[in-house]
């Protein structure tokens, strides 16, 4: 890339950082400078690249997108995140939140349902050396047992309730971030703590708008 147009992404991530980030009410530290690290241009085609930190989603490949940046922080921040926490993604897309996450915990694991995005994302994440993110191909709404219980669990597609399987990968004390609905494309971002081994507290944080979860726990 031309050091003019480095220097404007530059431009635009201080930009996502003070006025979409902070300025929206983000506060949590590790958060910020994790958005601030990872460059997001990195995961998106290239036509877009110029818009790379944009308030906005943008579309990656099979027809699938790359979050708005401040839901992406906007959701992690609300998982209270701890240095040593296990964290499980549903929904790798891009890899880029995944990549975000990885900078703010040691392991991260991430299921896609679609093979050719969970490859790409794979490749993306080793070649820009996020060496402790674990990207899986497969069906989300059943979770990653193997490397169950998480302290931290993101769902990054509209679902139409809390899939089962997630709700028992749940470490006790552990968070769940999810957009629920019953349209596939409009939800409501809940966020569910396990306080026992049978009891769940959840609210409602705010009106999203995610692609569907499909799966057999999903749509
Ligand atoms: N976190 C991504 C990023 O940073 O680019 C954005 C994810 S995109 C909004 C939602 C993703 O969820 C899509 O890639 C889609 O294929 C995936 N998805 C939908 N249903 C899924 C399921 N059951 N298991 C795993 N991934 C799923």
Not at 183 to 191: H, P, R, T, V
Not at 199 to 217: E, M, N, T, W
Request: proline share 5%; net charge negative.
């Amino acid at each position: 890339m031309k050091p003019a147009a480095m220097k404007a992404l530059d431009r635009q991530r201080d930009v996502m950082i003070r006025e979409h980030l902070l300025g929206r009410g983000i506060r949590d530290q590790a958060v910020l400078n994790a958005m601030r690290e990872v460059p997001r241009e990195e995961f998106i085609d290239e036509r877009f690249r110029e818009d790379a930190y944009g308030d906005h989603p943008l579309p990656i490949d099979e027809r699938q997108t790359i979050s708005q940046p401040y839901i992406v922080a906007y959701m992690i921040e609300a998982l209270e995140l701890d240095a040593a926490d296990q964290v499980l993604e549903i929904g790798t897309g891009s890899g880029y939140a995944a990549a975000v996450l990885s900078r703010i915990v040691t392991n991260v694991y991430s299921v896609e349902r679609l093979s050719g995005l969970a490859h790409s994302a794979r490749k993306r994440l080793e070649l820009l050396g996020y060496t402790n993110v674990v990207v899986h191909e497969g069906d989300g709404t059943l979770g990653w047992p193997e490397h169950a219980p998480y302290d931290a669990i993101v769902v990054t597609a509209g679902a139409p309730n809390v899939p089962q399987p997630l709700l028992e990968q749940l470490a006790i004390g552990g968070r769940l971030v999810i957009p629920v609905g019953q349209s596939a494309d409009e939800q409501l971002l809940a966020l569910v703590r396990r306080v026992s081994e049978r009891d769940y507290r959840s609210k409602q944080l705010c009106g999203v708008r995610f692609v569907p979860l499909i799966g057999s726990a999903g749509w």
